[in-house]
């Protein structure tokens, strides 16, 4: 299979369901921050320390869901592909919250806010956390364009995990610096 087709070269795609559409709609750029939100949590993956490894294995899980909202961001929602397409499992989120609670209990208990950074991988789930939030204020948007979307209830899943993906981020970078032995730095007035 070749990587380049050459179709792409006037400003069009193809969304999973198969119609042709403008790389600049709100769909594409939707999953395409999705992607990005994929590839830096890849990145964060490849700087995390050999003592996390369940982070690891709780951040290859969350890379297959972002796939799965990927093609259902790829699909638009009179198409009968949908048919083939399972939504995110809201079990889902219960997973990332239980994962946070984790986290949490080995943390000082925050009384400022803090400045992203530390530890590498804090780093890195600092910028996830922030692609994340940018993702899901994309698909927020594209639930509320009645031209993609007639009923927003089809991305209501997306948006939660998203959501709490970000949180999950939040702690996972705190977590980081704690491992690492890196002090969080306060932010003050």
């Known amino acids: 299979m070749k990587i380049y087709t050459g179709s792409g070269d006037r400003g069009q795609t193809s969304l999973f369901s198969g119609e042709r559409v403008s790389k600049d709609q709100k ?3 939707a999953y395409g921050d999705l992607d990005e939100l994929n590839a830096v949590l890849g990145a964060l993956i490849a700087s995390l320390s050999q003592a996390a490894s369940e982070p690891r294995e709780e951040i290859h899980a969350i890379q297959r869901d972002l796939f799965q909202a990927g093609a259902w961001l790829a699909t638009t929602q009179d198409s009968t592909s949908l048919e083939v397409l399972e ?7 219960e997973i990332l919250e239980r994962s ?10 925050l009384k400022e806010f803090i400045l992203p950074g530390g530890d590498k991988a804090a780093s890195w789930a600092h910028i996830a956390r922030t692609v994340c939030r940018r993702v899901e204020r994309r698909v927020v948007a594209l639930s509320h364009d009645p031209a993609e ?3 927003p209830d089809g991305l209501i899943g997306i948006i939660t995990f998203l959501n709490r993906l970000s949180d999950y981020l939040f702690v996972l970078a705190r977590h980081c610096n704690q491992l690492a ?3 969080e730095i306060d932010w003050k007035e």
Do not use: F, H, N, T
């Open 149 to 151: 979307y007639k009923s």
């Open 27 to 29: 769909r594409i750029e």
């Open 87 to 93: 939504g995110l499992d809201p079990g889902r989120v």
């Open 181 to 183: 032995g890196v002090a």
């Open 100 to 109: 946070i609670d984790r986290m949490e209990q080995g943390l000082p208990v």
